[in-house]
């Protein structure tokens, strides 16, 4: 139990460094290595939920070992209610991804597969370091596999999406990193919590905000710096783009609520109308945007925005609530929304790439126009993709409804126009994902390759239909999720509430 | 505590530049009378004494306590032990990396060796310095051998090329820095480093800041930086690789100790007067280096822009004038060596008869054509850029570190943004390696063991980048507060 979050990392890149030792001189040995290795770290995870405290805000499986003892800097990893949900998620997800490439990747497998592998341990240590500067080593280190995964598997364009992606991330990251600097010079040492007890004055709060915010909204992405995610969903492969909307966007939100709300609560507080504003922009003029797609990758992609945009939007949500109300009450729902939102898209998000995935592979196109009546040839694969669309639209009873309405109704408590803005997802997200389904998989057959189309395989019907489980049961029974997060919620509320001014 | 009489004991201290010395006439003899039968048998010799050198430096002349010796003219402090020691490693590496390109190009004439010994000898003369006079014999000794090992090739046009720029240039930055020194003696009328230091202030006369700013164009010319960088493309892009090699790798090594000893050291007294000049210089280079290493398309020559940018890194490390500044440039320094010995012989070792392989052009497809050397390819331009788990990263976060400690915040946004503009080009050769369709080229004839060192020297930049406090550990001992 001690190390579990050690292997958690150190066990799938281990795993990615064989398989991509093996090479592909033998494809099947590395692609049995890379799903068992998955395997074992979607095992290993479980622990990691049922002997976890929920009724502590404090971290748990707690490792911490001298790193950079020059630098104060730990090797120190431990998880609470909000990382996870997160750490759970991406163990979760990575299962998928492997299946789903199993026989479609033919230009270098073993390569694919280590990637994806590499990613994995890096990404949960994004979530599991309590160091910011090994959090941080974490956060770039993962930029090399996926640049890699987009430039060598992706589509045309690969090698301008998967620079921009690169370049556009790290141009972000960088300043986060003067400002982490900055505050280890103030605070002597670099974990999260000394920088959460921190006291800095406001304008110290205002730069440091900003630096973070620079990091974290290109991540998640944010309207107006989004820009990289259409081009680099459209260009990456399936697995590619599942790891990218489920798991890496997550990243952006999780440093908004672990770094910006806990380390400069009063810059937040002042600033929270810029990232309410950005959040609903994000919600509207995303959502108008996706409509007038004709690539699915792209509306997808365009989609995940808009639906990112609650995740700041609730977890900025606070400040305004104490304004208009006097009190904090609800504010938990904003929180409680924007985590469950997360999760929840990681799952739908990811699905949704899977079955466009299962098209493409098929017809080798994702042109919208290309596409009618699937449903006619595709029956089974039909009703996992409406199941995903309808959820992706926030249905009652599916996980996409948790989310959106805690924030929804959250909002309402901070200013009605928030609400009614926010509000709007339900008609635009219905308007571009059910016109999706109506053009590609309703209607009559469109053409011969429409009609030549062969349903899922065995394969791919185990990967939708567990995917399909974990929608509904979040949807269904929200609440093991939210016992999960709920104390450490309230610790985030009160540290996000409390100021963090020199008493002068 | 200036020794007067010469004692076996009093002399010791100087066993690196006494057993380079003795290795230096060996090797000449062996050319000498060897040469026609075992044509490689210099290099070898010279690769495994330097390689026994080095164990010798690091059981012996590692010395703790700063020892000053010949009259104040020689100081053996412990920084100056450990960079002979990279120094020793990194040309034997260099050397070892050259062999079979050298076999090639027909470059092995046993004066090749010993230039680079000469050249070494030079380094650690520099490094050792500590009077102004020694400070010039040592810069004359390597710059006079390396002027000679670029020219090395005879028939070639561009090296020729190369070598005349980079003499008449360096006769210039010799010019400048003989000038600054005459001024610097004239109006302290001291050549010690240590006398100087007390007698040049802040407050200081005209006449001194003239005089430090000779030395300062001196300092710009031997690391390459801007406006002083213009030998630089053509010097790494004419001369044959396995000098390029050589010249990017060890002499940086020198021109940190030269910077040091002169103005950390020599003109401690007057920190913000040249602090302020080498930020500029440092901007610049980071500015033009970055930028103009993107439209490159020979990839020797992008190299050398992105020498002059990571010069600038270093020089940044100098402008703080702190401790913490002066161990991150060090921390630096041989992070680059190390990076730089790997990149060009990763050139090196996959070039073949006919061709360079130093266009971008050769590089596509080529993880299909040798995916091992791709990868290593690959995590060394990684490593330049910063990204971590490679210790690149570390260089950068402790430069910035530095920076931001002694409250130069602007700065440090400047270096992270020109770092983000730099790792473009760095990605398009990854891009050429991994992305593109295979272009059809001749495999390099290097053998298994040369790959293997790579392997090695790839997997230091690794294994220092996951833990990074080893190095710094170092460097903090080294040049303590």
């Known amino acids: ?504 | 505590m200036v020794e007067s009489t010469l004692s076996l004991a009093s002399i010791t201290p100087a066993l690196p530049e006494i057993y380079l010395g003795a290795v230096i006439c060996l090797v000449l003899l062996v050319d000498v009378f060897g040469a026609a039968k075992f044509p490689s048998l210099g290099t070898t010799l010279s690769v495994l004494l330097l390689g026994l050198g080095s164990v010798l430096i690091a059981f012996h002349s590692l010395v703790p306590a700063r020892t000053v010796l010949f009259d104040g003219l020689y100081v053996a402090d412990p920084v100056a032990g450990f960079l002979k020691l990279a120094a020793f490693l990194a040309v034997a590496l260099a050397l070892y990396y050259s062999q079979a390109y050298r076999r090639r190009r027909g470059l092995r004439g046993g004066e090749y060796d010993v230039l680079a010994l000469t050249a070494l000898l030079g380094i650690c003369v520099l490094i050792s310095a500590n009077n102004l006079l020694t400070v010039y014999l040592g810069v004359e000794l390597l710059s006079l051998s390396l002027y000679a090992l670029v020219a090395f090739e005879r028939d070639s046009g561009d090296a020729a090329e190369a070598a005349i720029k980079y003499f008449v240039l360096g006769a210039i930055a010799s010019g400048a820095l003989l000038y600054g020194m005459s001024m610097l003696y004239g109006l302290t009328g001291t050549l010690d480093l240590g006398k100087l230091a007390t007698a040049a202030h802040d407050q200081a006369s005209a006449g001194l800041l003239i005089g430090m700013a000779f030395v300062i164009v001196a300092v710009a010319f031997k690391f390459g930086a801007v406006p002083f960088h213009m030998w630089v493309p053509d010097v790494y892009q004419g001369a044959p690789t396995s000098v390029t090699l050589f010249i990017a790798s060890a002499p940086k090594l020198a021109s940190f100790a030269f910077t040091y000893r002169l103005l950390s050291q020599g003109l401690a007294g007057m920190p913000q007067a040249w602090a302020q000049m080498l930020g500029v210089v440092a901007v610049l280079s980071l500015a033009l280096g970055n930028v103009v290493a993107i439209a490159q398309t020979n990839l020797r020559r992008m190299l050398a822009y992105s020498t002059i940018a990571n010069v600038g890194f270093i020089l940044l490390g100098f402008v703080t004038a702190s401790p913490d500044g002066y161990q991150a440039a060090l921390n630096y320094t041989v992070v680059y060596v190390l990076t730089t010995l790997g990149s060009f012989g990763a050139i090196l070792l996959v070039s073949t008869k006919g061709s360079e392989l130093d266009q971008l052009e050769d590089y596509k497809g080529f993880v299909t054509r040798d995916p091992l050397m791709a990868v290593l390819l690959a995590a060394l331009m990684f490593s330049t850029a910063g990204v971590p788990p490679f210790v690149g990263f570390w260089a950068k976060l402790w430069i910035i570190q530095s920076l931001v400690n002694a409250h130069l915040l602007w700065l440090a946004g400047f270096a992270v943004l020109v770092s983000v503009i730099g790792a473009y080009y760095y990605l398009r050769v990854i891009w050429f390696i991994f992305f593109e369709p295979p272009v059809e080229r001749a495999r390099g004839e290097a053998g298994g063991a040369e790959r293997a060192v790579l392997g090695l020297n790839v997997l230091a930049l690794f294994a220092l980048g996951v833990v990074p406090n080893v190095l710094l550990a170092l460097c903090q001992r080294l040049l303590p507060g």
């Open chain 1, 1 to 504: 139990m001690q190390a579990l979050l050690s292997i958690l990392i150190w066990l799938p890149i281990a795993g990615g460094v064989l398989t991509w030792l093996i090479g592909d001189r033998n494809p099947r040995l590395a692609r049995w290595l890379a799903l068992l290795t998955s395997l074992a770290a979607l095992v290993l995870s479980i622990p990691l939920y049922t002997h976890f405290d929920s009724g502590s805000a404090a971290a748990q499986f707690v490792e911490s070992h001298p790193w950079i003892p020059q630098l104060h800097s730990s090797y120190a990893l431990g998880v609470d209610g909000i990382s996870l949900p997160l750490i759970l998620l991406t163990t979760f997800m990575t299962v998928p991804v492997i299946i789903a490439g199993w026989s479609v990747i033919e230009k270098r497998p073993a390569q694919y597969f280590a990637s994806f592998l590499i990613m994995e341990g890096l990404m949960v240590g994004v979530f599991a370091a309590l160091d910011t500067l090994l959090f941080y080593f974490f956060w770039e280190a993962m930029l090399i596999p996926m640049f890699l995964i987009i430039g060598v598997w992706g589509g045309k364009r690969r090698v301008y999406a998967t620079l921009k992606f690169f370049l556009y991330t790290f141009l972000g990251s960088v300043f986060m990193l003067v400002a982490l600097i900055y505050m280890y010079n103030k605070s002597g040492d670099y974990s999260i919590a000394s920088f959460q007890a921190l006291p800095l004055t406001l304008t110290e709060q205002r730069w440091i905000f900003f630096a973070f915010l620079l990091a974290f909204a290109v991540k998640v992405p944010m309207w107006p710096v989004h820009t990289w995610l259409p081009d680099a969903h459209v260009e990456a492969p399936t697995g590619g783009s599942v790891i990218l909307a489920a798991i890496m966007l997550k990243m952006g939100g999780y440093g908004l609520l672990r770094f910006s709300l806990t380390m400069t609560p009063d810059a937040s507080r002042e600033l929270d109308w810029l990232i309410v504003t950005l959040s609903l922009i994000a919600v509207i003029y995303i959502g108008f945007v996706a409509i007038a797609q004709t690539d699915m990758k792209k509306l997808i992609a365009y989609s995940s925005i808009a639906h990112m945009g609650f995740v700041t939007l609730g977890a900025f949500l606070a400040y305004s609530i104490m304004r208009h109300t006097g009190a904090y009450t609800g504010a938990v729902n904003a929180l409680d929304g924007a985590m469950i939102q997360m999760i929840s898209h990681g799952v739908i998000s990811g699905a949704m790439f899977l079955c466009i995935g299962v098209l493409y592979d098929r017809m080798h196109t994702r042109d919208i126009a290309a596409y009618g009546g699937v449903i006619n040839t595709m029956p089974i694969f039909g009703a996992f993709f409406v199941l995903f669309s309808l959820a992706n639209t926030g249905l009652p009873g599916t996980s996409g409804f948790v989310g959106e309405f805690l924030v929804i109704l959250a909002s309402f408590k901070a200013s009605f126009w928030y609400a009614l803005a926010a509000g709007t997802t339900l008609v635009l997200g219905a308007a571009y994902t059910l016109w999706l389904v109506k053009r590609v998989i309703f209607g009559p057959v469109a053409n011969d390759h429409v009609a030549a189309l062969k349903d899922l395989e065995p394969r791919e019907f185990l990967v939708l239909g567990v995917l399909a489980v974990a929608v509904l049961l979040i949807g269904l029974y929200p609440a093991p999720l939210v016992n999960l997060m709920e104390s450490s919620v309230h610790h985030l509320l009160q540290q996000m509430t409390a100021t963090k001014l020199p008493v002068a």
